[in-house]
RNA sequence: CGCGGGGUAGAGCAGUGGCAGCUCGUCAGGCUCAUAACCUGAAGGUCGUUGGUUCGAAUCCAACCCCCGCAACCA
């Protein structure tokens, strides 16, 4: 069995705001059909995310509610745990930033770029709120706009001209938090030193990016072409993890720093759960696994460049015996590199009327929305058919309403219904004996081979379009052969179209169980399917795969096996 | 001249040098096993604009126009 290590890294849902629509369309979707996928196959995976619950818009709200921002994140966390569970949505590890091992690793990893020279301190100026004795992020720092004259500007960027502004641009600054004037302080930082990184950066992405989706590629490159500048790793916050030396008590680390080592972190926590604590060096170390990072298209620099370049800057400590001795991390035995992305399939954005999804109409527009309403196979088919991989994409219900009932009812659904159906009430409620049709069989194999090929490409939207060509396939067969005659005349030609009939519909099943799991499962006990192997149960129901089998084949289904009554697979939505 | 993506039928999109395609919608027909579902056919496009390269351009090159994201503190 020649199975694959598969990394997989999500993007870390930020624990203040529920999961919106924008995030199933960017990555949480995807990220698990390629999963799901992916343990069928029989290959070793772990994927990992978490919750990132630090940072001033978490403090800030937190305090908005009057309540700690550990209890804001806790809940923030729960809710995200029981939005993935509805959705069918499943890691090997999903934790957050708050625990003990996260802490550690993070400033582990941190003191290594400092020991290698990667980090420096430094001084910039920053708004102080004297009243709430807090220093100010740009955006809550709030002025006249220098190129507009509009008295509502935001130190980030302007929303009346949409210029981008730094604080201190702005005319009569006040601060948003006590509307008191702010003061312009000295603070001293850590800085990542990217420009000391840039020509090993260059490198990799000139070797290995071939593969990326093109605007990443681009996107990437094009940072680099402008110049890399170093970049504050530090904030002047109390809330977060510590920058680990000696008269910085007071200051945290960069949350977007931060964040992106919980993908380690992760790992580790993983081979901690299942008390294999060296099991993470499997798939960090072992330079036959790939790693995929899926993230929404915002987060490209942090995962192309900022990311890799810490990963870079670390794996020096593998060549330094003083520091191979004194930064183990936990679990750690072999003195080998970390591996670096392989591919970064971040998706673009979803709109929502010609617009961005923003503060004001994320809203109305929830994971958990979607799924109250259509339920998790749904979702899932519609952020498969529709994600936005290479430009952005309008999002509407109506479109929701109209791929259900054209697609997965008119097409997958329907097939389904009537091959049962007719199998339930013209053969004795048994799949009848009969031979294959070359032309199905043809079919199914290379409907096999080619969505497995397009899901391991990440063409997650042309997988589904091929299983959909499938079950057009399958529709028009039924049609051209039309048992519903043969059934009076001549019922061994019936048989033979319900047999291969039969097989389409198993062969749909198995091609959807990464995209529609749950009508997948319920099919299967239409099919009277009992004891099958499936490694995302096993991974529900035990926490863990340990078995490496191929289920991503087509297994007939035998003549004579008695099937139950059948039920619809997804309703039609009227109105 | 900041960086990048996109512009193809009414809508949403595929298509990187060889007869302009797919899904939905519209219209006509067929079928009655099936969730008014399925199957067939038709109408519908100066491929953003202009110029160039080529036997041949949606595709390559140049210039321009329009839309979107980003612009290093939106996590």
């Not at 094009?222 to 109390?238: A, H, N, Q, S, Y």
């Not at 497995?452 to 959909?468: D, I």
């Not at 795969?545 to 004579?560: D, K, P």
Request: hydrophobic share 35%; proline share 4%; charged share 30%.
């Amino acid at each position: 069995m020649n199975s694959e290590k598969i990394f997989i890294g999500v993007s870390w849902p930020y624990a203040s705001d529920k999961v919106h629509l924008g995030h199933l369309a960017g990555q949480y979707i995807a990220c698990d059909v390629f999963a799901r996928y992916h343990r069928l196959k029989g290959n070793d995976v772990l994927m990992v995310s978490g919750s990132d619950s630090h940072g001033a818009p978490i403090v800030l709200k937190a305090e908005e509610r009057d309540i700690s921002p550990e209890e804001l994140v806790k809940e923030s966390h729960k809710q995200i745990l029981e939005t993935y569970k509805n959705l069918g949505l499943l890691y090997e590890n999903y934790t957050s930033t708050t625990t003990q091992n996260h802490k550690e690793v993070v400033q582990n990893i941190f003191l290594v770029l400092k020991e290698r020279g990667y980090l420096y301190e430094g001084t910039s100026q920053q708004y102080y709120d004297t009243k709430v004795e807090r220093y100010l992020p740009d955006r809550y720092v709030k002025g006249t706009c220098p190129e507009c004259g509009n008295t509502d500007a935001r130190g980030d960027e302007c929303p009346e001209c949409g210029a981008y502004l730094n604080a201190d641009d702005l005319i009569d600054p006040y601060s948003t938090l006590s509307d008191v004037k702010p003061e312009l302080r000295d603070t001293r930082h850590f800085y990542l030193d990217l420009k000391k990184l840039e020509p090993k950066l260059d490198k990799w992405m000139k070797e290995s990016s071939d593969n990326w989706r093109k605007w990443v590629r681009e996107f990437s490159k094009g940072w680099i072409k402008i110049g890399l500048k170093p970049r504050e790793v530090t904030r002047d916050m109390e809330f977060g993890i510590k920058v680990p030396v000696k008269g910085w008590e007071d200051k945290v680390i960069y949350v977007w720093v931060e964040a992106v080592i919980g993908y380690l972190s992760a790992s580790i926590e993983w081979a901690q759960n299942i008390n294999k604590p060296s099991r993470w060096e499997d798939f960090w170390k072992d330079e036959n696994c790939k790693h995929y990072y899926f993230i929404a298209g915002g987060n490209t620099p942090f995962h192309t460049i900022i990311w890799p370049a810490e990963l870079m800057g670390y794996s020096e400590k593998y060549s330094d015996d003083t520091l191979w001795e004194k930064y183990k991390l936990p679990g750690e035995t072999k003195r080998e590199e970390l591996n670096l992305p392989y591919d970064v399939p971040a998706n673009k954005m979803l709109l929502y009327k010609g617009k961005k999804i923003s503060k004001g109409t994320v809203d109305m527009l929830t994971a958990d929305e979607i799924f109250e309403k259509y339920g998790a196979d749904l979702a899932r088919f519609f952020f498969i058919r529709f994600a936005p991989e290479n430009h952005d994409r309008e999002f509407s219900w109506e479109d929701v309403v109209a791929t259900n009932n054209n697609e997965l009812v008119a097409n997958i659904g329907n097939f389904v219904n009537r091959t049962l159906t007719f199998t339930y009430t013209k053969f004795d409620k048994s799949v009848p004996n009969g031979s294959w049709d070359s032309d199905v069989r043809e079919n199914i194999d290379s409907a096999f081979k080619e969505v497995g090929e397009y899901v391991e490409g990440v063409k997650l939207t042309k997988a589904l379009q091929r299983v959909l060509a499938l079950g057009n396939f399958a529709n028009k067969y039924f049609n051209d052969r039309a048992p519903w005659v043969d059934v009076k005349e001549d019922e061994g030609r019936a048989r033979d179209t319900l047999f291969n009939a039969i097989q389409l519909t198993n062969a749909l099943r198995i091609l959807l169980k990464p995209f529609t799991p749950f009508g997948c499962k319920r099919l299967g006990k239409l099919l009277n399917i009992k004891d099958e192997y499936d490694a995302n149960d096993v991974l529900v129901e035990k926490g863990l795969v340990e078995e490496s089998i191929n289920t991503w084949v087509y297994e007939e289904i035998e003549g004579g096996r008695e099937i139950v009554k059948p039920k619809i697979l997804w309703i039609k939505i009227e109105d």
